[in-house]
């Protein structure tokens, strides 16, 4: 019993110092929030920071980066932090509106909504044979491509697949720049990737 004791309040101890240690995700995609309870309104499951959000259509405009975000959710609302962009002088985000599952910016002299194809850099991700595809992740993870090598394949280990301005691209740093600048100097000239 004694020697069983220690051996036991050890194990106390080192579970109850790893709470947390390993960051839980209730979901990677609105796919995994299928089946949970949800309020009685019409809506789609959106996945926000690893949560699962069932959004109600409503959206509210973030002062800090003039992007829409299901209400609540904004930078401000979830950090207490207080912003104050002119979004409609400086972006021409005049509000938000929730369409297709997705709360989206509208421009207000052209009334355009703007289609977000992401919100954030976990939304994107690599396919093809060799890695050189860059979009939406659910996407690009079954495309099939050709397994040929270019040298400007090289250069994606210099970067990072990231969503740009709504759109998954590679993200042109200075290292992945100066890459494809050195292959433009060889005999054969590089291929921008999209």
């Not at 789609?44 to 003039?66: M, Q």
């Not at 890459?179 to 291929?191: A, D, H, V």
Request: aromatic letters at 6%; glycine letters at 10%; hydrophobic letters at 25%.
């Amino acid at each position: 019993m004694n020697k069983i004791f220690p051996g036991v309040l050890l194990l106390l101890v080192i579970s109850i110092g790893c709470i947390g240690c390993v960051e839980q995700r209730e979901c990677r995609l609105p796919s995994d929030c299928e089946g949970k309870p949800h309020p009685n309104c019409t809506s789609d499951w959106l996945c926000v920071d690893g949560r699962c959000i069932w959004g109600c259509g409503e959206c509210s405009l973030s002062l800090c980066d003039c992007k829409c975000y299901p209400k609540g959710e904004t930078p401000e609302e979830k950090t207490g932090r207080i912003c104050g962009i002119n979004c409609l002088d400086e972006f021409n985000v005049s509000g938000c509106e929730y369409r297709n599952g997705r709360c989206v910016e509208i421009y207000k002299e052209t009334k355009e909504i703007k289609e977000m194809e992401c919100t954030q850099d976990s939304d994107c991700g690599t396919g093809g044979c060799s890695g050189q595809i860059c979009g939406l992740k659910e996407r690009v993870k079954d495309i099939i491509t050709t397994c040929e090598y270019r040298p400007e394949y090289d250069c994606l280990r210099l970067t990072s697949c990231k969503c740009i301005d709504g759109k998954c691209q590679w993200e042109e740093n200075n290292a992945y720049l100066e890459c494809m600048k050195n292959l433009s100097r060889k005999s054969i000239p590089p291929q921008r990737l999209q």
